[in-house]
């Protein structure tokens, strides 16, 4: 039982989903090793019940069924005092710095809870978190009545497909490997999903721009080879938003890439606070973006390697676990 500090709140936990990241850290790869603070509960993505509260916290109310944003940030830096708190430096994220969320019971700082709706389902609860990566992904590069191409099909490509076409995207494309994913994507709103393995797909993407090349690329898989494609087929004047993990260093043709196209890029850390929170609720209960088809398994969390093993397959959108699985918001899976 974690124990709560005078600004935590206690949260039970009714619903956790596994992220990109705790694929980077179940496989230790480069990236974990340099990163998680051992030893630590894992799991950042939740939505739970406020059982208990600090002496200092006047809200949210015992019973509240809150998500979490995972940044727990400082509030003295010059990033967090000028409104950027998602580039704070002495960010601690909950499940890679401190103790998080596949457990029964989590203690968060009461300033990380983000009130959700009661007849919120549990699963699109906890997958806000991650969503919000999308949403800040989507946003911060003009996309509507644009071209856009998504790079990297996982759960995060497949929100930002949907996102860019609730904010009026013009066309859509995507790459990934898995067909699985590809078909959600399709289902999702991608004009054209596509396997660059399989598939001849810069040339198929380049001619549905008429040879011009996407106003927008949002990089989603950390992949090198889906990074150079996206770059080779992003316009002169173009607009990049990077936000999968490559892990390692990488080479990378700077020149013609980004200098002799002029082009425009963003990296993208987190979720703005709480503006990317804001807009997700309105995008989730305006019905602008169901995210009811992305969450495609459902897992007890005592079958965790189950679930992380159908992670690593590809062959699935979101997976959420659940502590007590008499709460699951539909049926629970089996496995790969
Ligand atoms: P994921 O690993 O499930 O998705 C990555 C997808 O890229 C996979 O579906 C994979 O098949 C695909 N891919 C691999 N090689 C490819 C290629 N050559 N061409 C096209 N697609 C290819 O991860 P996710 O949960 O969707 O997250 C996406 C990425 O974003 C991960 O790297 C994750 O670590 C990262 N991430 C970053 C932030 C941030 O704040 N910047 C936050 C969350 C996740
Ligand atoms: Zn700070």
Redesign the pocket.
């Given at each position: 039982m974690p124990t709560i500090g005078p600004d935590d709140v206690l949260v039970e936990v009714r619903a956790t989903s596994i992220?990109?990241?705790d694929?980077?850290i179940y496989r230790w790869d480069p990236?974990a090793r340099d990163h998680v603070v051992t030893p630590v509960t894992v799991g950042h993505e939740l939505t739970g019940v406020v059982v208990e509260r600090g002496a200092n916290v006047t809200e949210p109310d015992i019973g509240s069924l809150i998500s979490a944003e995972s940044h727990v940030i400082c509030h003295r830096c010059n990033w967090c005092r000028t409104c950027q708190g998602h580039l704070c430096p002495n960010t601690e994220i909950i499940g890679v710095h401190r103790d998080g969320a596949f457990a029964e019971y989590v203690a968060i700082p009461a300033e990380n809870a983000w009130v959700d709706p009661p007849d919120m389902a549990l699963s699109v609860a906890s997958l806000q978190e991650?969503f919000g990566?999308a949403v800040?992904a989507v946003s911060v590069p003009e996309v509507s009545g644009r071209k856009v191409l998504v790079?990297?099909?996982?759960?995060?490509?497949?929100m930002a497909i949907a996102t860019a076409k609730a904010l009026g995207a013009r066309a859509v494309y995507t790459?990934?490997?898995?067909e699985y994913?590809l078909e959600l994507a399709a289902k999702m709103g991608a004009d054209l999903a596509l396997d660059?393995?399989s598939e001849d797909a810069e040339t198929i993407i380049r001619d549905a721009t008429g040879g011009a090349g996407v106003d927008v690329l949002l990089e989603?898989?950390?992949?090198?080879?889906?990074i150079a494609?996206g770059f080779r087929l992003l316009k002169p004047g173009g607009e990049v938003a990077?936000?999968?993990?490559?892990?390692r260093s990488i080479e990378f043709d700077l020149d013609d890439s980004i200098i002799f196209k002029g082009a425009t890029i963003h990296?993208?850390?987190?979720r703005r606070m709480w503006e990317t929170w804001l807009e997700m609720r309105g995008l989730i209960r305006s019905g602008a973006v169901d995210l009811a088809p992305v969450v495609t398994h459902r897992f007890a969390l005592d079958d965790y390697h189950d679930a992380f093993a159908l992670?690593e397959s590809?062959r699935c959108g979101k997976v959420v676990m659940f502590p007590d699985p008499s709460v699951a918001d539909g049926p629970l899976g089996t496995g790969p």
């Open positions: 992220c990109g990241t694929l980077h990236w991650n990566n800040h790079t990297g099909a996982g759960p995060v490509g497949i790459t990934d490997l898995s994913r660059p393995t989603m898989s950390g992949a090198p080879a889906a494609m990077l936000l999968g993990l490559t892990s990296g993208i850390v987190g992670m590809g």
